[in-house]
């Protein structure tokens, strides 16, 4: 049994060709009106992307699936979650300023933006999974109250789970803000030896984790919620990420990817969108230089089926040598793993086979040409 994922490439000689209208064949190919029905609420969930980002999906072409949508007489909305991290789109207020910053407005978009777990993140439903690592989870209010949802993701790099694509945008992304830190529970940083006691990174924590003694910085892991924001902040580079429990880590966003399709099924359309596919996540305040081309837009109603077949389409392309890619420039080599050699995110795809989010082996249905 296989899963069909349909793709179209980023050729286009013709206005019938182009982006636009390549996202209407798709919608239509992978009969996405019949995941929703009349004046049903349809979440369309997006990353509006970090202030100073410019990675992030074109909200021109987001446009396109909402008016899909429209057409079904269904009521769309854009959404996203608040962040962990105490960033641009931390609470409700800056996150919408973000988002409409990016273009993400209703002129553009075409639908209302709603942030799904509330003004301070703070909203949110227990969806019971039973899995290995949570029984629950907490997923965003109006993300779950949504009857229907379209997941469109930027498909890159992540320097943690190896690759963000759908199912890193189910987990962390449809999470509220303690789903968020339940996530990121066993992956808190480590200060290693040599601290110059200098107290950048103590002004960093929002949660007032991070002290000063005689031998340098400390931290409180009781109190720490595995934000990272002092990783980035240290001067000498001496507050690392955990490395340990990294694949724990990858295997929890799994299950929580789980746990926001779990009373959505027949209910959910996936969009990866291969531009663009820089090291990193869009939560960081710039966009690095791409490591392989552009390549186009795959669909499916399967997010592992879909983040498979985007992965394997990234690794056979030529990698840029002028790029964070350090290693793996060759066709058919694992280009996230010559980004982020300590991440492996083969794990979402294999370990959400085994919980029962979806199935790694796909029939790649090309409609470029149709």
Not at 317 to 326: E, I, R, V, W, Y
């Amino acid at each position: 049994m296989v899963s069909k994922v349909y793709f179209t490439d980023f050729k286009s000689r013709t206005a019938k060709d182009n982006k636009i209208n390549k996202i209407k064949k798709l919608f239509k190919a992978a009969n996405f009106k019949e995941l929703m029905n009349k004046n049903e609420l349809v979440a369309v969930k997006l990353h509006f992307g970090e202030k100073g980002n410019d990675s992030y999906i074109n909200p021109v072409l987001v446009r396109q699936v909402v008016d899909k949508i429209y057409e079904t007489g269904a009521k769309p909305f854009i959404t996203d979650t608040n962040t962990l991290y105490f960033g641009s789109r931390h609470n409700s207020v800056d996150h919408i300023k973000t988002a409409i910053l990016h273009g993400f407005d209703y002129a553009v978009s075409g639908a209302p933006l709603i942030i799904a777990d509330g003004l301070l993140g703070n909203y949110t439903k227990n969806i019971k999974i039973e899995q290995k690592h949570f029984k629950h989870v907490k997923v965003a209010g109006d993300i779950e109250n949504a009857d229907s949802m379209i997941v469109m993701s930027h498909f890159k790099g992540h320097k943690m789970a190896g690759f963000g694509g759908a199912i890193k945008n189910l987990a962390m992304g449809c999470a509220s803000v303690e789903g968020k830190i339940e996530q990121h529970q066993c992956v808190k940083p480590n200060i290693m030896e040599g601290c110059t006691s200098c107290g950048i990174c103590i002004n960093s924590c929002p949660v007032n984790a991070l002290y000063l003694d005689e031998q340098g910085a400390k931290m409180d892991y009781d109190r720490c919620i595995g934000c990272n924001n002092c990783i980035d902040k240290c001067s000498d580079s001496l507050i690392e990420q955990n490395w340990e429990n990294i694949n724990e880590f990858t295997e929890k966003i799994t299950e929580y990817a789980l746990g926001a399709v779990k009373n959505k099924k027949g209910k959910i359309g996936y969009m990866n969108f291969l531009m663009n596919i820089t090291p990193d996540c869009d939560c960081l305040p710039w966009s690095d230089r791409p490591i392989v081309p552009d390549i186009g837009i795959l669909v499916s109603h399967d997010p592992v089926a879909l983040d498979a077949a985007s992965y394997d389409l990234v690794n056979q392309q030529k990698g840029f040598k002028n790029s964070k890619l350090h290693h793996h420039h060759h066709k058919g080599e694992d280009k996230f793993n010559g980004v982020w050699d300590r991440a492996d995110g083969h794990i979402q795809i294999n370990y959400g086979h085994k919980i029962g989010l979806g199935n790694p082996n796909y029939q790649l249905i090309d409609i470029s040409s149709k």
